[in-house]
């Protein structure tokens, strides 16, 4: 397999994480990105003497940040082959009619904007070389609904169209653009879901062998790996314990 270069956004934590573990070989190069500088810092440690490592500490929200993180990458990180778009999260599960705007507000600027702002800031390099691969971490909360999901689905679908969208626009290049859709997962996402109720986060997981990150970059590495004619569009997989229900039936009293 030839080195490269791999952009990982929310490296801190969970599938972003995972991500890093996986790519980190002889030869590739790691540019690792999330708010918390400490928790890359320990990853860093963790992966000393696998790859090359670059951590930022970048917040995808701050357009400007973004700017200047990616203007600011030293030579031998500067052309990023794999851009892996994954930070992202959801807040609250409330109904639409009850759920706090600024929660709202957070996902569309991570979910959304963030995802925007690094493909836009990374991709003309990638056309310019000829030569690269956007992998989103959309959801099945992006094609399938349930009670609490609005916005944070909504996200989500936006990840899933942009992806191929993308597609569309790169058709004439050799960028490939592939979209991975996890359902459950065991991470950190529901502790933030639930911001910071542990007890809540762990149920979501109880009695359930849930998608792990490592199953997550598992997919990631295949995806980024196939030959380079082949590209993977979108890719769903869930837990064996995970599938869709019935709709929803309300029924009134006769
Ligand atoms: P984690 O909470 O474990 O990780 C989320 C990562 O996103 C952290 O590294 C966090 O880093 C980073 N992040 C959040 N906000 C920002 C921001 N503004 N700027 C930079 N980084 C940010 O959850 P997961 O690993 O599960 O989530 C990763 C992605 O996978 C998300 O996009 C999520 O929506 C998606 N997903 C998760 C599923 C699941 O069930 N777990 C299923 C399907 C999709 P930091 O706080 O340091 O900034
Ligand atoms: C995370 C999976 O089902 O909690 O995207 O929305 S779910």
């Known amino acids: 397999m030839n080195s490269q270069t791999i952009f990982i956004t929310g ?29 890359l810092l320990q990853l860093q440690e963790e992966l000393r003497g696998t790859a090359a490592m670059r951590i ?22 500067s052309e990023v082959d794999v851009l892996i778009n994954n930070a992202g999260l959801a ?13 709202w507000d957070t996902m569309v600027d991570t979910n959304i904007k963030g995802v925007m702002y690094c493909t836009r800031l990374i991709l003309p390099g990638m056309v310019e070389r000829n030569r690269g691969h956007i992998v989103n971490i959309g959801s099945t ?17 936006f990840v899933t169209q942009f992806s191929r969208n993308l597609r569309c626009d790169l058709i004439g290049t050799k960028v490939r653009v592939t979209c991975i859709q996890p359902g459950m997962a065991e991470t950190g996402f529901s502790r933030t879901r639930f911001k910071g109720d542990e007890e809540k986060a762990a149920q979501v997981y109880a009695g359930v062998e849930a998608l792990t990150a490592a199953d997550i970059a598992d997919t990631v590495y295949w995806a980024v790996n196939r030959p380079a004619h082949v590209n993977i569009n979108t890719l769903e ?3 064996i314990d995970q599938a869709w229900g019935p709709f929803a039936i309300n029924r009134n009293e006769t």
């Open 141 to 157: 909360a992006g094609s399938w609904p349930y009670p609490g999901g609005n916005v944070y689905g909504g996200t989500k679908a």
């Open 237 to 239: 997989l869930m837990s």
């Open 56 to 77: 930022i500490p970048l917040d995808v929200r701050d357009r400007a940040a973004v700017q200047r993180a990616v203007n600011e990458l030293p030579e031998q990180f």
């Open 91 to 103: 807040l609250g599960l409330e109904s639409a009619h009850q759920a706090s705007l600024d929660d």
């Open 11 to 39: 490296a801190s934590s969970g599938f972003g994480a995972a991500c890093a573990r996986i790519f980190a070989r002889p030869g590739n190069r790691l540019i690792l990105a999330a708010r918390h500088a400490d928790k």
